[in-house]
């Protein structure tokens, strides 16, 4: 059994889309409510993001930060097992991954956006790369505009603990015309081939993970998708999608 106790966490984005509060704090320390003895509490989402892993088995976090907005962030966490590197060269999601590849070494690891998290998820992800023991696990929902996300399309269907899980046979990313209305969620789990994949998909500059899960693919590897309900992302990218999730965590009571 493969045993997933790493995660990488990208936070070295500026956060242009809230701009004036992320111009005097970095996104990943944004907060959502968190309910305590009953009671609503603000709780960051970096401490969500943390929190939600632990329970999933991580216990050594990799954090991907810029000079701008790292001192907040060290600051914040100072209390927890962190490494932490530097992407200031804003090259693509996939090339912020390739600087926790120490880090992960050959051990399979989470990789999550700092921006949002899964209401719920993580554990049984976890599960299912321990027990099959694949390339990747990644999280999917559906959405009612595939062409503005990472997109997959769906082999093989199966149960996991009352969830549909599928075998993933092709991904793109904001494609043109889709091939399905399931989205990648930014949360995967990957074992160490996702690094030299990353290498091989460079276009324009750009490192994008959603080619490099669609290269372990067309080159054998094996990737399952795990179909969550549409709410299971929230997300604080843009201010719509922050005062969805902040009305969801407070009225469902969130932990």
Not at 28 to 51: N, T
Request: aromatic fraction near 12%.
């Amino acid at each position: 059994m493969v045993i997933v106790k790493k995660a990488i966490i990208t936070a070295a984005g500026i956060g242009s889309r809230m701009k004036y509060i992320t111009s005097i704090m970095p996104k990943a320390v944004l907060p959502l409510f968190k309910w305590e003895d009953e009671k609503p509490v603000m709780f960051p989402m970096i401490d969500y993001i943390i929190s939600k892993l632990s329970d999933a088995g991580v216990d050594e976090f990799c954090v991907i930060l810029n000079h701008q907005t790292d001192k907040a962030i060290i600051s914040h966490l100072k209390q927890v097992n962190v490494r932490y590197e530097y992407q200031e060269n804003k090259k693509g999601f996939g090339d912020a991954v390739l600087f926790g590849e120490k880090f992960a070494g050959n051990e399979p690891v989470f990789v999550h956006a700092d921006d949002g998290i899964l209401a719920d998820g993580y554990r049984t992800g976890a599960r299912i790369f321990e027990e099959k023991n694949p390339d990747a696990v990644v999280f999917l929902r559906e959405v009612p505009n595939p062409s503005r996300y990472g997109v997959v399309t769906l082999g093989e269907e199966s149960k996991f603990e009352g969830h549909r899980l599928y075998r993933i046979t092709n991904a793109e990313e904001k494609p043109t015309n889709p091939k399905s209305n399931f989205a990648l969620l930014a949360t995967y789990i990957f074992s160490h081939k996702i690094f030299d994949s990353l290498r091989k998909v460079e276009s324009k500059g750009e490192i994008e993970l959603t080619p490099a899960i669609n290269n372990i693919i067309t080159n054998g590897g094996e990737v399952y998708g795990l179909l969550l309900p549409k709410e299971a992302w929230l997300n604080i990218g843009d201010p719509e999608s922050y005062f969805k999730a902040l009305k969801y965590t407070f009225e469902n009571k969130f932990k």
